[in-house]
Structures are given as C-alpha cells and as structure tokens.
C-alpha cells in the first residue's frame, strides 16, 4: 500500500524486553516502506538502533507512569510531567501529522486520548499483565485503553486479563506473541557435567526475584553441588538500593566467589552459552517470557516459575521446566533435577530450539504488526471514532 506516516511512542532508550519488541516493529514497518517517527523520553541505545534501520527520532518531554511517581511525595512531580507531556506531545503531532499511531505500553497513559483528540488513528501494544493487582488498579491502569482503536496483547494471558477487566475492551484485543531473535548460532549445551553454571538475564528489581536464584545457589552449594551463577542485567534508575541489597545478600552469604554481576549487556548471548541452565524466577505475573524463549533458542534448558504468562511462553518446549515462584529450596531441587536428566535434555535442546524459531519467527512478528497497521490505515475515515477491532 502507499507508504504511511506511523508514529511510534515508546518510554525509554534502552534494548530490554518491550525495547527490542518495539525495535523489530519500528524494523517491519521501515521494511515495509513506512514513514515512520519514533519518540523517545530520552536518548539512549535504542536511538542508534532505531536510526540505523531507517526511522526518525524526536526525543522530548514525555509522561511515563512509572510507580515511583504514584508515591504521594511524588505527586506534584506526576503533575507536572503529565501536563508538560500533554502539551509536548501535541506539539509534536502537529509537527509531524501522523496518520497512525503506535503507542508500545500502557505507562503512556495520556497517548491514547491525545491521539483521538488529533483524530488519529491509535493502536497500543500491552504488554503489561499483573492479575494478582486489585480490580481498581487494573482498571486505571487498562481504561486509556478505552480510547485505542485496537489492541495487541503480547499473549493469551495479557487479553484475558484485560478482558475481566474492563470487558468492553475485548473486540478491540488482538494477540501477537512476541518475537524473539535468537543466537547468530547457538552453542550446544556441554555434553557433561562437572558442576552446574546457572545464568540469570534481566532487569534487577524486587518482583524479578535474583535474590531467590542467589538463596538456591547457597543452598546448593550447601548440598556439595559445586555451582555457580552469572546476572547479566542491571536496575531501574531509583531501584539502586536493591542493586546494593543484592550485593550484600551474596556477600553475606559467602558466595561473592560463585556469582559474576555482569550489569547491562546488549549481547545476552555470549552469556547464555557459557551457562548450562538458565532461570527466570519472577514473583509476580509475566505477561510473557522472552527471556524463557531466549534459552530454548540458545539450546539452553530454562526454569520458569509457576506464572501464567511464563507457562504460556514455554508451554511447547520440553526442555523448560516450572516451580514455585519465590521458592530458593524447591529452585534449587529443579537446577539439581535438570542435571541429573542431563543426557535427556542434552538431547531434546536442538528441536525445542527449532520449534522457537518457528514460533517466534521475527518474521512472522513483522508480517502481523505491519498487517494490522496497514489495515488500520485503511480502514480509518478521517474525523469517525470507530474501533477497528481485533483484525
């Protein structure tokens, strides 16, 4: 179709999870022959990425709903952002007058509303599920929504709990699960072991639950099982004290020999391959797994715990297993487990890698997300408000 001018909104600069998602769709729309605008809150590695793909960066004020500004302390501080974002945001509308919109989260709660405002076409991507959150919570958080004319859910788990939310929302939800790129060329699991090398990649905070993996690892130790962990992954800005508690946990548990903080690191994979078993240990809902998938793409096997949104990420590959979710001893029964079926799932890694890549083709991703804008496009008149539905 004739090239459209798609804005993209996404709240940060770096390349985690929602990052790079919302990288391969800047990636399929630019393919696709787009014009296509992404504005950032700031600048930051994602900027170079996107740019080298083709698309334009506006970088500028913004409002990010991010926790620490609900705190009461903080309210005159979400006030201001909210009404500076608002007044950027239409400024740069008027800038660059986009016909669609693609707004990557609901912590840009003010973008579905503005853009309706402009009579613009808007579609958000959600990737954010907590079911264990209050109704009212939900609720808040999900009814901007409410001004969107179609939604991708990032998995089952994410649409249905955004359907017992707020039910009105539902033929507006479409799933697309994530697309997850893996290794150039994987590096087969070692054929033995002596010891076992544990492997966390991911943001360093609370509800991601690394402190469980460094509880598992001292209790496995203390079992003579000589293991070892490396945190590839660093903090939110204003989350440094839980970088700090982390260290002094592995401090006072004596195992400041057999655990290696690596921080940040664009490039996970190096870091997968020299590990034999990777974790994902949250203790609150995952909407979805893509570091799970990661492992099963680098023909790792990889312990989830016992969360809906990590199940459905890791649901066809045998070599994935579940526990408890803030359990150190039964984390530590499973990492034991796995090596004890080393031979099995040395074995099985080549073909549940195999099916992720089918899964979870970047591709198949791309080929969606640009289906579904381009229909937005299309089937938008200008000045109706009219939803387009799950397409």
């Known amino acids: 179709m004739t090239a459209v001018r798609i804005l993209v909104i996404h709240p940060g600069a770096e390349l985690y999870g929602a990052d790079r998602v919302m990288l391969e769709t800047a990636a399929g729309l630019c393919a696709a022959g787009h014009d296509v605008l992404v504005a950032l809150p700031e600048h930051g590695p994602l900027a170079a990425e996107l740019k080298a793909l083709g698309a334009k960066i506006a970088v500028g004020p913004m409002f990010v709903l991010r926790k620490e500004l609900l705190r009461p302390r903080n309210w005159v501080r979400l006030l201001t952002s909210a ?6 945001g239409w400024q740069l509308i008027s800038r660059h ?31 954010e599920a907590e079911s264990a959150s209050a109704w009212i919570v939900r609720a808040t958080l999900y009814a901007p929504q409410l001004w969107s004319h179609a939604i991708i859910a990032n998995s089952r788990f994410t649409g249905d709990l955004m359907t017992r939310t707020i039910r009105s929302l539902q033929r507006r939800i479409r799933v697309i699960h994530n697309p997850v790129p893996g290794p150039p060329h994987p590096t ?12 966390y990649v991911g943001r360093l ?21 000589d293991a070892r962990l490396s945190i590839v992954g660093d903090v939110f800005r204003g989350y440094e004290w839980f970088a700090d508690e982390l260290a002094q946990q592995i401090d006072e548990l004596g195992l400041a020999d057999a655990v290696t903080r690596y921080g940040y690191e664009p490039d996970v994979w190096p870091h997968i391959a020299a590990s034999d078993v990777m974790v994902v ?4 809902d995952e909407s979805f797994g893509n570091t799970a998938v990661e492992a099963v793409l680098a023909e790792r096997p990889v312990i989830v715990s016992d ?16 526990t408890p979710g803030g359990d150190a001893v039964k984390l530590a029964d499973t990492i034991e487990a796995v090596a004890d079926a080393w031979p099995e799932i040395v074995g099985a890694v080549p073909a549940a890698a195999a099916d992720a890549r089918t899964h979870h083709s970047v591709q198949r991703y791309r080929d969606a997300l640009v289906e ?7 089937r938008r008149k200008p000045g109706t408000h009219a939803d387009i539905g799950p397409v």
Request: no cysteine; glycine share 6%; net charge positive.
């Open 83 to 88: 009404v500076t974002g608002f007044r950027a």
């Open 307 to 322: 969360l809906q949104g990590l199940r459905e990420a890791v649901e066809l590959y045998p070599t994935t297993r579940i």
């Open 281 to 284: 240990p949250s203790l609150t």
């Open 188 to 199: 087969a699991p070692r054929p033995s072991l002596d010891g076992i090398r544990i492997g």
């Open 97 to 127: 007058r986009p016909q669609v919109a693609y707004v990557s989260t609901i912590v840009l709660p003010q973008w579905p509303l503005l853009l309706r405002l402009r009579r613009i076409t808007v579609v958000t991507h959600v990737h």
């Open 205 to 225: 905070s609370p509800r991601k639950g690394p402190a469980v993996v460094v509880q598992a690892l001292a209790i496995l130790r203390a079992r003579g099982l």
């Open 372 to 378: 579904l804008m381009e229909i937005a496009a299309a």
